[in-house]
């Protein structure tokens, strides 16, 4: 017999555990795509061997347009007035998830020979085609938390376990996906290498090629199983869309939401402007830039480091999962940390503890010993990870509140224009963050035709500084943008729902 579930006020299946694992299952599918971004630049670089300059320019290309499409895809959600089977914002998540299962291996099409125009017009319509896919998928589903529950206390819950669908879908690729794609190098016979380095004899046929700087195996990138590997996230994507789309219950009728003031078209313009006056928006958006800006970006650089100065390309992922891993610590205290001393308090604290391990992590480069320095790293790693515990828990809710912020403040609830306003900021990060990246490495020595073979001492141990500076950025911007910009503390908050709860208990007996 089919278990009987007892429904609210409002004649709904109340807010419960299905809830919460479908909008993490939403945000697996997400960054089963998202996952992938890092090893975009990774794979033209080294396996494409696609110039510093020229993919640097290309990405901010299709980044910017990529930043630009997201407002573009929430105001045409806002505006949408049409009934759907599904309901509107599943509907567009449906069509998203579609798209993804072949978009994300679009960009890893690898055609390594082929001349640099080609190339560089399959990197742009490779690109444009899983950005829209994506967006089209992930603007409503971040939009969708404010419409799921109007309880600041749920809301957290949504965000901490939408945080907890991330960390799934980004660790599952993050593991596994260098173990298969990086190859130890073998001595076949070609190459610049012939005599090994530390016993001085000629290699044969079969012998591990070592690096003459380390000592250790060099690793090289495999191209053809990349495209195999996007392919096979995008089915494991489109699986946990379904599941969210199934079974998470939408208690807001979106399609009676006043998306802005008269039932009038939305304003971008204006909306940008009310966008720049909230406060708890821009906050929350300057601590995802710094995000994107430093830890996001240093994603290649990062893996070029292992590759060349730790020969370990293959275990990177490995080593980045444990300075993941702290942040797991806080989901079964996060909901009395936000009720005890709120979001924003909390978050200050913790991105001070990312600003110690940020410190720590401008150390290693210091050291000479390599494995020594590779135990530097990972403290630092973790101290950052431990840091960024809470505010990636509720970074989500945090936003959503700030959706609650623009009613509160100018009357209107715009929450795809404003989600998808802070997508554009984030989005623009993420694009100007790894061209800038890319470009300061052409700058420190690295040599794309040289793939990860052959680069110089200088240019790997120019990576280390590079890294270790980009995570300490990360976590100071993070800390400006929480501390001093984000204005919802635990105070203003509580009269923030206190009014925003008796304007709509006014409505309601008006309606």
Known sequence: MKKQTTPDSNGVRKFGMLDKLAYAA????????????????????????????????????????????????????????????????????????????????????????????????????????????????????????????????????LSTWRSIGSMFGNIVPMIILPMLIWQKVTYDGTGSYHTNPVTGEAYKIGDPVLDPLTGKQFE??????????????????????????????????????????????????????????NRPAVGATIAAMGMFLGMQSATTANTIMFATYFNKASMSGVVQMIGFLPMVLFLPFIKKLVNKYGKKEASVAGTLVSVVGGVIMMIFPMVENRDTALIVYLAGLVAFGIGMGVYTCVSWAMMADAIDYNEWKFNTREEGTVYSLHSFFRKLAQGVGPSIVLAIMGVLGYQSELGTIGQSFETSHNMCWLVAGLYLFSAVVQFIGIAFVYNLDKKTLAQMNADLEAKHSKETVTE
Do not use: H
């Open 26 to 157: 939403g945000d697996f599918g997400c960054n089963m795509s998202f996952a992938l971004k890092g090893t975009v630049q990774t794979f033209w670089l080294v396996y494409m061997m696609m110039e510093t300059g020229m993919l640097s320019i290309l990405l901010l290309l299709v980044q910017i347009w990529d930043a630009v499409n997201d407002p573009l895809i929430g105001s045409i959600i806002d505006n949408d007035k049409r009934k759907y089977k599904m309901g509107k914002f599943k509907t567009y998540i449906f069509v998203g998830a579609c798209g993804l299962l072949v978009a994300g291996a679009a960009v890893f099409l690898p055609f390594p020979k082929a001349s640099v125009l080609v190339k560089a017009i399959l990197f742009v319509l490779g690109y444009i085609v899983w950005d829209a896919c994506y967006t089209i998928a992930n603007v409503p589903y971040g939009s969708m938390l404010s419409l799921i529950t109007e309880d600041s206390g749920e809301r957290a819950q």
């Open 220 to 277: 090289t990138l495999l191209g053809e199983r990349v495209f195999w590997a996007a392919l096979i996230m995008g089915v494991f994507g489109f699986i946990a869309f379904i599941f969210m789309i199934k079974k998470i219950t939408i208690r807001v009728d979106e399609n009676t939401v006043k998306t802005n003031e008269g039932g009038g078209k939305i304003n971008i313009v204006s909306s940008f402007g009310k966008f720049m006056k």
